[in-house]
Nanobody
Framework: QVQLVESGGGLVQAGGSLRLSCAAS????????MGWFRQASGKEREFVAS????????HYIDTVKGRFTISRDNAKNTVYLQMNNLNPEDTAVYYC??????????????????WGQGTQVTVSS
């Protein structure tokens, strides 16, 4: 059974940084792309970033390019999201997700089979 456990959320002032972690278990980690989605209050869950199993391909939504960095440590079965220069619009529950294959992850939340429990990120102005 796939399990994804996030950590690292919290409250930070605008301009600050946070690093999210997601520990995965249940399948051969390197065989699957991993990603992060977020859901702000009253809004739909949206794609944020993804990384292929072999680390060669990364994708971001335009609003976080240059501020967020996704990475993974296949030896530790863990994916990370380094978030810098945060702004209040980044406030949301952030969810780790596992893709269906090793390359690019879907950006459509309804096509994700496995989710973490979510971690709250709150950015104050």
């Amino acid at each position: 059974q796939v399990q994804l456990v996030e950590s690292g959320g919290g409250l930070v002032q605008a301009g600050g940084s946070l690093r999210l972690s997601c520990a995965a278990s249940g399948r051969t980690f390197i065989d699957y792309a991993m990603g992060w989605f977020r859901q702000a209050s009253g809004k739909e869950r949206e794609f944020v970033a993804s990384i292929s199993g072999n680390v060669e391909n990364k994708h971001y939504i335009d609003t976080v390019k240059g501020r967020f960095t996704i990475s993974r440590d296949n030896a530790k079965n863990t994916v990370y999201l380094q978030m810098n220069n945060l702004n209040p619009e980044d406030t949301a529950v952030y969810y780790c997700a596992e893709g269906r294959g090793g390359e690019r992850m879907t950006t459509t939340a309804s096509e994700i089979d496995y989710w973490g429990q979510g971690t709250q990120v709150t950015v104050s102005s």
